[in-house]
C-alpha cells in the first residue's frame, strides 16, 4: 500500500524568506503523481503544485517549487519569498497513474506559519 | 465553470438521525472521493467510487453509507451508528486518462455538528 508522509506537523518562517516542506512516499509503482494542496482556515482544498513521475523536470508555479527525487522518493516544496497568505496547512498526495481502483493518499499535513 | 459542489455547507444532526451529503461534479470525472477531517487533523478516507454503481470502503467506513447511480452524484449518509460523526466532510474527484493532468478536485466541504 502506498504511505505519504510529512514529518513536519509545523514549521513557521519569516515573512519575505524561504521555506521548505518535507514529503517522503512509498510505493512500488512507477507511473503516479504528486501533489501538495494548501489548506487555509477556511478549509477550502487549493492546488499548490502538481509533479508526474514520469517527467525529470522539477514542476514550478511562481513562488512554489519541488525538489522531485524519485529514486529517494522524496518530494518536498520550495516557498520563496514567503508572505502573510501562505499561512495554512500544506498536505502532500500521491495518487497513482492511469490504473483506476486507487486511492488517493494524503499525509498528515504541515502546518505553515509566517511571521511578519 | 467545472467544479464540485458540496451542500449544505453546514448540518446539524440530532442523536439517532441518519443524514446525507451531497456532492456533485461536472466534471466527467470516473473516480470520487469521500474523506472526513477532523480538527487539526489530516484526511481521512471513508469511501471511493472509480465507476457507476461501484464503490469501495476507506479505511473509516463504518457508519457511513454511499451510492454512485449517477457518474457526477456521490451522496454520503452519516448514519446512527457513526457514535462520532461531528466533522468537516470534503469530496473529491479525478480522472485516470493518460498526460491529462489528472489533478485531484475538492469541493469545499461541508461541516457536520452533532446537537
Known amino acids: 500500500a502506498q504511505t505519504v508522509t510529512q514529518s513536519q506537523p509545523e514549521m513557521s518562517v519569516q515573512e519575505a524568506e524561504t521555506v521548505t516542506l518535507s514529503c517522503t512516499y512509498d510505493?512500488?509503482?512507477?507511473?503516479?503523481?504528486l501533489f501538495w494542496y494548501k489548506q487555509p482556515p477556511s478549509r477550502q482544498m487549493i492546488l499548490v503544485i502538481r509533479q508526474e513521475a514520469y517527467k525529470q523536470q522539477n514542476a514550478t508555479e511562481n513562488r512554489f517549487s519541488v525538489n522531485f527525487q524519485k529514486a529517494a522518493k522524496s518530494f518536498s516544496l520550495k516557498i520563496s519569498d514567503s508572505q502573510l497568505g501562505d499561512a495554512a496547512m500544506y498536505f502532500c498526495?500521491?495518487?497513482?497513474?492511469?490504473?483506476?481502483?486507487?486511492?488517493?493518499?494524503f499525509g498528515e499535513g504541515t502546518q505553515l506559519t509566517v511571521n511578519p | 465553470d467545472g467544479g464540485i459542489t458540496q451542500s449544505p455547507k453546514y448540518l446539524f444532526r440530532k442523536e439517532g438521525q441518519n443524514v446525507t451529503l451531497s456532492c456533485e461534479q461536472n466534471?466527467?470525472?470516473?473516480?470520487m472521493y469521500w474523506y472526513r477531517q477532523d480538527p487539526g487533523q489530516g484526511l481521512r478516507l471513508i469511501y471511493y467510487s472509480q465507476i457507476v454503481n461501484d464503490f469501495q470502503k476507506g479505511d473509516i467506513a463504518e457508519g457511513y453509507s454511499v451510492s454512485r447511480e449517477k457518474k457526477e452524484s456521490f451522496p454520503l449518509t452519516v448514519t446512527s451508528a457513526q457514535k462520532n460523526p461531528t466533522a468537516f466532510y470534503l469530496c473529491?474527484?479525478?480522472?485516470?486518462?493518460?498526460?491529462?493532468?489528472?489533478?485531484?478536485?475538492f469541493g469545499e466541504g461541508s461541516w457536520l455538528t452533532v446537537v
Open positions: 466534471l466527467n470525472h470516473d473516480a
Open positions: 498526495a500521491y495518487r497513482r497513474g492511469e490504473t483506476s481502483g486507487s486511492r488517493l493518499t
Open positions: 510505493t512500488s509503482e512507477s507511473d503516479y503523481y
Open positions: 473529491a474527484s479525478t480522472n485516470y486518462r493518460p498526460y491529462s493532468g489528472n489533478t485531484i478536485y
